[in-house]
């Protein structure tokens, strides 16, 4: 609400100015709403550019999504807009990986306009926000159940290591079907660069669990924004408004939709 409360605070002293210069009642309130409807004229015009180039590119430029865990970039990848449906489909994620997030975070948070490069938007994502996730397909049997387990293997220092030596024997599964995932794993193109260490596997899990809940709580999502969980960069004075949107009024344009 800082935004909205800025702008009603320079109205209110735009009227106090110039009544003091002014001294009449009548030549103050003129002069204010006439002051008022420039204001407003300029801030629409600000809003329609700022809207039309954010529609005509954000869905059609490269985005960087990065999930953040304790002030570090702990995975992400590369999307069009928010088509998290697309992109779960043909079950080749464009993640961020082992190198480049390491060279990400040379630059976070200080300097966003290296990590930004050549792409439109960034994506910041608390990782915190899978926990949200209660279930995911019993099809997905060998990932974490819920979010909460995802989101405690994304925390560990190696948690490739974790999964193997510690998530799968807690769930039932013996040294010998363990073997028998690495082998599976191994010997799949699509698997071979999530599995290959724990940077690409943190990555791979905070994106596909993110996904998940995306498709499952847009709500939730729509939120993000409002409370600063999600964040975009560069923020537009659209962008602005928009956080500044209460949830409820969130809520209320996303089911109308």
Known sequence: MILITGFFILIMAIFIVLFLLTKKILKTLMLGILLTFVIFGVLGFLIFRDVKDLIGNFSDSKNKMLFVLDDKIIGGMTIKGFGFEEQEQSKNLPLLVSDQINNLNQ???????????????????????????????????????????????????????????????????????????????????????????????????????????????????????????????????????????????????????
């Open 107 to 257: 630059d976070y948070p200080e300097n966003l306009d290296n990590i930004l490069g050549d792409d439109y938007k960034l994506l910041i994502i608390d990782s915190n926000m899978i926990e949200k996730l209660e279930f995911i397909s019993e099809e997905d049997n060998n990932f974490p159940e819920n979010g909460k387990e995802a989101l405690e293997i994304i925390k560990q220092n190696d948690s490739l290591k974790y999964y193997f030596e510690s998530y799968l024997p807690s769930k039932g599964f013996t040294k010998s079907e363990i073997g028998m995932i690495k082998r599976q794993l191994s010997s799949k193109e699509e698997t071979t660069l999530i599995f290959k260490n724990s940077d690409n596997f943190r990555s791979f899990i905070a994106t596909f669990y993110f996904i998940k809940l995306a498709e499952s709580d847009t709500n939730y999502i729509i939120d993000g924004f409002g409370n600063g969980n999600i964040k975009i960069y560069p923020e537009t004075i659209t962008i602005r408004i928009m956080r500044e949107v209460p949830s409820t009024l969130s809520k209320f344009i996303s089911r109308e939709e």
